[in-house]
């Protein structure tokens, strides 16, 4: 009998890794301080709100954006060049010295690992305006790059998580043409867990109190049910066998 489940696509901050306390903090303050140190808390608070301020954005209208966008409007905002200093800092400095906080979950690699020891294909979605590099740099260092056989990165597409366009990019670098043959892993019931069930997915949420629900949306948080709720990530091998 052929299973009804071929592959399982994991979201990544909050999902497989803890979710951050913040995204690029440690490289605007990294970049603040070499552009002007007597300035540096001034020019570290307004690159940080650039950067929310897009985000705030994506949750309307699922437009992805990246670093590099960013960087324009801070330029822009400050008078400075900031893509200079933060070019500066990405290429000279290790990414562990100004992302400390990034750290994957415990229970990421074995999990992992048991799915491609049974036959499953895994796959990253990420929404996020890191450069592919900056992922893979992390996900290498703590081993979880070999078993991951597609990565995308919304920083690359033109639409974000729950746009349906963000699903089908990773669904076809799996060989999945059917989305019902697969499943999804996230923390976010909005990007994560209705994105993913509008295609058809089953859907796994791990409970994550960073993630709000974004204003305006037609969808009520009420409306959304993910088939399965996680305390923890390593749960989720008895619901994939379940639905196989």
Same mark, same amino acid.
Request: with cysteine.
């Given at each position: 009998?052929?299973? /009804?489940?071929?592959?399982?696509?994991?979201? %990544?901050?909050? @999902?497989?890794?803890?979710?951050? +306390?913040?995204?690029?903090?440690? /490289? %605007?303050? =990294? =970049? &603040?301080? &070499? /552009?002007?140190?007597?300035? $540096?808390?001034?020019? @570290? @608070? !307004?690159?940080?709100?650039?950067?929310?301020? !897009?985000?705030?954005?994506? &949750?309307?209208?699922?437009?992805?954006?990246?670093?590099?966008?960013?960087?324009? $409007?801070?330029?822009?905002? @400050?008078?400075?060049?900031?893509?200079?200093?933060?070019? *500066?800092?990405?290429?000279?400095? *290790?990414?562990?010295?100004?992302?400390?906080?990034?750290? *994957?979950?415990?229970? =990421?690699?074995?999990?992992?690992?048991?799915?491609? +020891?049974?036959?499953?294909?895994?796959?990253?979605?990420?929404?996020?305006?890191?450069?592919?590099?900056?992922? $893979?740099?992390?996900?290498?260092?703590?081993? /979880?790059?070999?078993?991951?056989?597609?990565?995308?990165?919304?920083?690359?597409?033109?639409?974000?998580?729950?746009?349906?366009?963000?699903?089908?990019?990773?669904?076809?670098?799996?060989?999945?043409?059917?989305?019902? #043959?697969? =499943?999804?892993?996230?923390?976010?019931?909005?990007?994560?867990?209705?994105? &993913?069930?509008?295609?058809?997915? #089953?859907?796994?949420?791990?409970?994550?109190? *960073?993630?709000? %629900?974004? $204003?305006?949306?037609?969808?009520?948080?009420?409306?959304?049910?993910?088939?399965?709720?996680?305390?923890?990530? +390593?749960?989720?091998?008895?619901?994939?066998?379940? %639905?196989?």
């Amino acid at each position: 009998m052929r299973r /009804l489940l071929d592959a399982v696509i994991f979201d %990544w901050g909050g @999902t497989l890794a803890f979710h951050p +306390d913040g995204d690029l903090d440690d /490289l %605007w303050r =990294a =970049a &603040a301080g &070499a /552009l002007d140190p007597d300035r $540096e808390d001034e020019l @570290t @608070t !307004t690159l940080a709100r650039i950067e929310a301020g !897009t985000w705030r954005r994506v &949750a309307e209208d699922q437009k992805s954006f990246t670093l590099d966008a960013i960087l324009d $409007e801070a330029c822009r905002a @400050t008078g400075l060049d900031v893509r200079a200093a933060v070019r *500066h800092q990405a290429t000279t400095a *290790h990414l562990d010295s100004w992302t400390p906080h990034v750290r *994957h979950v415990p229970e =990421a690699l074995p999990v992992l690992q048991a799915l491609q +020891d049974a036959g499953y294909r895994c796959g990253l979605l990420s929404n996020t305006h890191w450069p592919r590099r900056f992922h $893979e740099h992390f996900l290498e260092r703590d081993g /979880l790059a070999p078993y991951l056989d597609a990565t995308v990165y919304t920083s690359e597409l033109p639409r974000t998580k729950p746009h349906p366009s963000a699903f089908k990019a990773v669904l076809h670098l799996l060989d999945v043409p059917d989305a019902r #043959r697969a =499943a999804f892993v996230g923390d976010r019931l909005f990007d994560d867990i209705h994105g &993913a069930s509008q295609m058809g997915m #089953r859907t796994a949420l791990v409970p994550n109190p *960073h993630a709000h %629900w974004p $204003e305006g949306t037609v969808v009520k948080p009420s409306e959304v049910r993910p088939d399965a709720r996680l305390s923890s990530l +390593d749960e989720l091998l008895g619901w994939v066998a379940d %639905w196989s």
